[in-house]
């Protein structure tokens, strides 16, 4: 793998994909962002969540729920 490989890179999350992962509207989302609930930072204009933030956020129990485990460590 090089080390530009995209496969090397964190996943991160927006506020749709978070919203609709969890039943939840996209504004409320970015209202839980802006203050401060969600850890997250802005890129080009929108938000971006990384998956620790969002187990932070959500607890292991509904992480693994909404967003499964992707790879094993």
Request: proline share 5%; hydrophobic share 30%.
């Amino acid at each position: 793998m090089s080390a530009t490989d995209v496969s090397d890179r964190p996943r991160t999350y927006r506020p749709k994909d978070i919203a609709d992962a969890t039943g939840r509207h996209p504004e409320s989302i970015r209202r839980n962002l802006r203050d401060g609930d969600i850890e997250g930072h802005k890129m080009g204009g929108e938000w971006v969540v990384t998956p620790d933030a969002l187990q932070k956020w959500l607890g292991d129990d509904l992480f693994e729920i909404y967003f499964g485990v992707e790879e094993e460590a």
